[in-house]
């Protein structure tokens, strides 16, 4: 065994070999300093590994081979089938391993075992697959100008691109360096992909500000966002960001019920809450507030099991580290002291073996607008419940926040089983059965995504209902677009929009006279 890999044996029994080095022109080195950080299992809160922590000196060699391998004949050369057949062996290959990345995705993270193998890497393949089917489709276009004249444009790559990942979805540190694996394995020539573990203020830092990188993609806080594009610009880097959320979820009087609450509760529950999009704010018209309230508490009793996460029957797991653990108990603090009322939860779980970052799912109602828990990002299992009047105070409130990413509508009556379905308020989510009402508040909400009679169901394959069985599917379809407005990010991820954000477009004249 080399000191850059080491043996382990998960606790659902999987053996695994798990590189621990940087992963620099397709093999796996010591960081220069030779630097470790340990990673924590977040279920019992002993070590797991340590992994080598990347330096500046680091990220320059990272940097170098991905300039390299930008003009070397093997990858610039490569005909864009080719590349696509990469894509497709990778797609396998995590296929293939699918049991392996999703016990590290557990063990690392906490998320439900059956999440992480149906939700999380599904989508990587997915996704990957998507994209390869786009690699030989990168046209331009001629544009007429007059009959003298020739003009066409034609897509260029970006160049060297520095991708600073979340560890949230859909994969985290160490599955991620398990994925470099299979990278090589799949047949990426040298230096195409490079993999840098460290801490942000050091690795992050040493990314965003690189003369050498041409392009920064981002997922994080916002407050973070703001010092990469700080950093970034020391060479106007192309930038996407995809940032904080605090997204709402309306339920009008008229929304199917059980339907709105199913979604509700998978719509902040799921994950542990960390997820970005959501809908932590639920806004719930005067009518049936009182129901709807009571409803949602029977459903997060009934559906929301805390345990051991390669455990079947567990619908919660742990937070992912002590920081965000201890986050999460300040803000229900803050709820408390500034009136608010627990309405559910508010505690820690202790009944894992008596140990874990596990919090209790919480519910606070009597909420005002100006208060922390309703205005700011908690990222975990934690709502708020608020009631109000009218449609213009539902828009109002929902927008009245300086994110953008997401928002809800619940529309239930024009959605059924094979319909197409689809973090700062990143999106909205609308529960209604009056399509008229739905369309004009998906337009009148500020929002990167909305949500009508659903919440957090970007696949468009699986489309599960109230009385549905099937496990939640957190798979977000590669081909429509993911990303928010105002300080939840900038640009977009996925779909056509996203690949477009990864190239250069060219314009080319021609004079024929």
Avoid at 63 to 85: E, F, Q
Avoid at 205 to 224: N, R
Wanted: glycine fraction near 8%; charge should be neutral.
């Amino acid at each position: 065994m080399s000191d850059t890999a080491v043996e382990l044996t998960a606790p659902n029994g999987v053996h695994i070999k798990q590189p621990i080095g940087l992963f620099i022109n397709n093999e796996f080195v010591k960081s220069t300093s030779g630097e470790k950080f340990a990673t924590i299992n977040p279920t019992n809160e002993q070590e797991i590994t340590s992994v080598y922590a990347a330096g500046p000196e680091d990220v320059d060699l990272a940097v170098n081979a991905a300039r390299k391998a930008l003009k070397d004949p093997s990858w610039r050369d490569l005909s864009s089938s080719d590349r696509g057949r990469l894509l497709y062996n990778l797609a396998d290959l995590v296929h293939e391993n699918a049991h392996t990345l999703a016990t590290i995705e557990t063990w690392d993270n906490g998320k439900p075992f059956k999440h992480a193998r149906g939700g999380d890497i599904r989508h990587v393949a997915l996704c990957l697959r998507y994209y390869a089917g786009w690699a030989d489709k990168i046209q331009g276009n001629v544009i007429e100008t007059a009959p003298t004249k020739l003009t066409y444009t034609i897509r260029e790559p970006v160049g060297v691109c520095g991708q600073i990942i979340p560890w949230n979805f859909p994969l985290t540190p160490l599955s991620a360096l398990y994925l470099a694996t299979l990278i090589a394995k799949a047949g990426f020539p040298s230096g195409v992909v490079n993999i840098v573990n460290g801490f942000g203020r050091v690795t992050g830092a040493a990314i965003a500000s690189h003369l050498d990188i041409d392009k920064i993609a981002f997922t994080g806080s916002s407050a973070t966002g703001r010092e990469i594009m700080k950093l970034a610009s020391i060479n106007q880097k192309n930038i996407t960001l995809e940032t904080g959320g605090k997204s709402p979820l309306l339920v009008f009087d008229d929304a199917d019920l059980k339907e709105a609450v199913t979604w509700a509760h998978r719509g902040i529950m799921v994950n542990m809450g960390q997820v970005c999009t959501a809908t932590s704010r639920i806004l719930v018209q005067e009518g049936v507030y009182d129901q709807f309230l009571e409803a949602f508490k029977k459903q997060v009793k009934a559906i929301s099991k805390i345990g051991d996460p390669f455990e079947d029957s567990t619908f919660q797991g742990p937070q992912i580290t002590k920081v965000q653990f201890d986050r999460i108990l300040g803000y229900i603090e803050s709820g408390k002291s500034e009136g608010a009322t627990l309405a559910m939860g508010g505690e820690t779980h202790k009944d894992v073996n008596g140990k874990g970052f596990f919090v209790q799912p919480t519910v606070f109602t009597d909420v005002k607008d100006e208060m922390k828990i309703y205005r700011e990002e908690i990222f975990g299992p934690f709502v708020v419940i608020s009631s109000f009047k009218t449609e213009e105070e539902a828009v109002r409130r929902a927008n009245d926040t300086t994110y953008g990413l997401g928002s809800s509508v619940s529309l239930a009556a024009l959605l059924a089983p094979g319909a197409q379905r689809s973090r700062l308020s990143f999106y909205l989510q609308v529960f209604t059965q009056d399509i008229k009402k739905a369309l004009r508040v998906a337009r009148d909400i500020e929002a990167g995504m909305v949500w009508i009679n659903s919440s957090n169901d970007s696949d468009y394959r699986y489309v599960p209902s109230a009385s549905s069985n099937k496990d939640i599917d957190l798979t977000i379809a590669p081909s429509i677009p993911f990303g928010g407005i105002k300080q939840s990010g900038i640009g977009r991820e996925l779909g056509e929009a996203g690949l477009a954000a990864y190239t250069n477009l060219k314009a080319v004249h021609v004079n024929l006279a």
